[in-house]
């Protein structure tokens, strides 16, 4: 079955719905036993660039009596064009309804996708609340980085999987398996009191929640004997070999290139990033495995880009040899090399210039913070003097665009820090007229500060919308200076993310309420309404603000806290008092280790923590 034609010539970008790309696996659906749809729930090109669902996508593939197809939201107009032919959701592989498969699984990793998960579930034909889902329906998973806070999605998902997915589906597929052999005898719940005794297996219905008289989070406790009254994050010691035959796209995807992921964790320890947090500890990938994973990328999928992925890519040891040795064996055939989240230094100019094919169009750096006094506070120290010698680096080797990212609303920011920011960019301005040939351009991008659960920021207040505009105006007067260009997220954009991050399972009838009110592709600004979630929010009682804009109290319990990411609480509160005294805390690869829990579970950081006591 696949969409018919009838529906496909109504839409702007039908290769979004048919399948059958370059590297497909389609296997026999009669002859498989279990099937499994996978999803970012977004549209194809984005969902496509996702680093998680290659990986899902091969390890399901490689079992052979399993088959997982991919699938995606659907863009408005194949929406309603699916909704006015009652044309249920279908996967891309073979074109089989979402409500035929045995399991569907979500990666969630941005709060703004959450009503897409439902408005799927619903052209799919399948009960949106998991308490209205009987066995004849598909079992609904969910992992990702905001999995990490379940709570505000647990209505509408079966279980949750938290952490690193290579360490915990063998186990989870061994459940399937069992529970498909004995003809799927068991009932849902039996099968998922079963699952809830994997670690990093979360299965929110065998929980209780309490609230306090006053509305705040009070507990959550297990009411079966299966469940652990902590969720274990799941992480593997050793990257597994990296995806080198990906499905190539018929139509250009987001990041439209090969992706190797040369490693996994971020040790720098910036305060206001969960990334660096859930991803912890640093696992690299020898550079033999890069060299060949690369060769396999231009042979499997015929691209002529190859992005080297990482959370900072400065960090990878001695990268300006591995970039040589890629050249050396590859510029024959004329590749060109992307290196995302590199370090604020000249040295990263010179590498990104030492790449093959490169066409110095752009290069994008995340100071963050303009004063060296908040730069701190984040843990995120910049040298002045470093920035300006990058900067002059680039100008002077020609390159015409310059980015700079920088958050607002930051804990204890203040107008000196603003008045410190426009005078950094002012100062970036200044030297780009020294540049030869082109003036380059300089491009702002402000972006308001998110607090997120299990980082040092968890308990901090999100900035109100006045006094995140009054800055925004102060650094727009600051800098009419031609060259600049300024850029800024709504803000009840960013409200709305810090709602959902770091909300309890009651937000559940407000994203429910949301998107039967017309909630989604809320990431997306053309179709952002915020009215309907302030609609949302009182028609179930809740207030926007005691989730985003409330400071909470060490003491306070907070909804998140039976999710054990592996660093303890007295760390991340230890950090948080250390950024309010401007303190920083320095790589605990390079330093002494700063004990944030993860020396319980991870050898290598035992390792270091018995080096820094002897």
């Not at 996994?264 to 990334?275: E, K």
């Not at 007229?433 to 997120?452: D, E, V």
């Not at 300024?486 to 407000?510: F, M, P, Y």
Request: proline share 7%.
């Amino acid at each position: 079955m696949s969409y018919p034609e009838s529906i496909l010539y109504q839409v702007g970008k039908p290769a979004r719905y048919i399948g059958g790309e370059w590297n497909a696996i389609s296997k026999n659906w009669q002859k498989t036993n279990l099937k499994i749809a996978i999803s970012y729930p977004d549209i194809y090109e984005l969902s496509m660039s996702n680093m998680a669902l290659p990986i899902l996508y091969k390890l399901f593939n490689s079992q052979p009596d399993i088959l997982a197809e991919r699938v995606f939201a659907p863009w408005i107009d194949m929406e309603a064009a699916m909704r006015a032919s009652k044309t249920p959701l279908l996967s891309l592989e073979t074109g089989h309804p979402l409500k035929d498969f045995d399991i569907i699984g979500f990666s969630l990793g941005y709060e703004l996708t959450y009503t897409n998960v439902l408005n799927m579930l619903d052209l799919a034909g399948i009960p949106v609340l998991a308490s209205e889902r009987d066995d004849s329906y598909p079992i609904v998973i969910a992992g990702g980085s905001s999995a990490h806070n379940p709570e505000p999605m647990v209505d509408f998902i079966d279980f949750f999987v938290i952490g690193e997915a290579e360490a915990v589906l063998p186990k989870l597929i061994s459940c399937f398996r069992e529970w498909k052999w004995e003809g799927e005898r068991l009932s849902k719940q039996e099968l998922f009191r079963q699952i809830a005794t994997i670690d990093g297996i979360y299965v929110p219905s065998l929980y209780h929640v309490e609230y306090q008289s006053e509305g705040l989070f009070k507990s959550i406790t297990p009411i079966e004997a299966e469940a652990s009254p902590q969720i274990k994050r799941q992480l593997i010691a050793k990257l597994p070999p990296p995806i080198t035959k990906p499905v190539v796209p018929f139509i250009e995807i987001v990041h439209d290139r090969g992706a190797i992921e040369i490693s996994r964790g971020c040790s720098q320890g910036c305060r206001f990033c969960q990334a660096g947090i859930i991803y912890r500890p640093v696992r690299q990938r020898p550079q033999k495995e890069i060299l060949q994973a690369v060769g396999e990328l231009i042979t499997n999928c015929g691209y002529d880009e190859v992005s080297l992925v990482s959370l900072s890519t400065s960090d990878y040891p001695n990268i300006n040899n591995l970039v040589a040795r890629i050249t050396q064996c590859y510029g024959s055939q004329d590749l060109s090399l992307s290196l995302p989240s590199l370090r604020i230094d000249s040295a990263s100019v010179k590498l990104i210039d030492s790449l093959p094919r490169q066409k110095k169009s752009g290069l994008t750096f995340a100071p963050e913070a303009g004063s060296q006094r908040l730069q701190r506070v984040i843990n995120k120290y910049t040298p002045e003097d470093e920035l300006m010698e990058t900067a002059a680096t680039a100008f002077s080797q020609g390159w015409t665009n310059l980015k700079l990212y920088f958050m607002l609303g930051l804990p204890t920011e203040t107008t000196n820090d603003i008045e410190s920011l426009i005078q950094l960019i002012s100062r970036v301005h200044s030297l780009s007229r020294k540049s030869p040939g082109k003036r380059p351009n300089i491009r702002i991008s402000l972006s308001t500060f998110i607090p997120k659960p299990h980082t040092p920021f968890q308990w901090v207040a999100q900035e109100n919308e006045s006094d995140l505009i009054a800055k925004h105006e102060l650094i727009k007067q600051g800098l009419r200076h031609k060259g600049i260009r300024l850029s800024w997220q709504d803000t009840k954009v960013s409200l709305l993310e810090a709602i959902l991050s770091r909300g309890d399972r009651r937000l559940g009838g407000v994203i429910y309420q949301a998107w039967q009110l017309g909630a989604r592709f809320d990431g997306w600004s053309e179709h952002f309404n915020y009215d309907i979630w302030l609609s949302a929010f009182r028609k179930v009682g809740l207030e926007p603000d005691f989730y985003a804009r409330r400071q909470r109290p060490f003491d306070e319990p907070l909804p998140w806290s039976h999710i054990d990411v592996g660093l303890c609480p007295t760390f991340l509160e230890r950090e948080y008092s250390r950024a309010l005294k401007g303190k920083e805390t320095p790589d605990c690869r390079y330093k002494a280790c700063s004990a944030c829990g993860l020396e319980r579970w991870h050898p290598d950081c035992q390792q270091r923590l018995q080096s820094a006591s002897s």
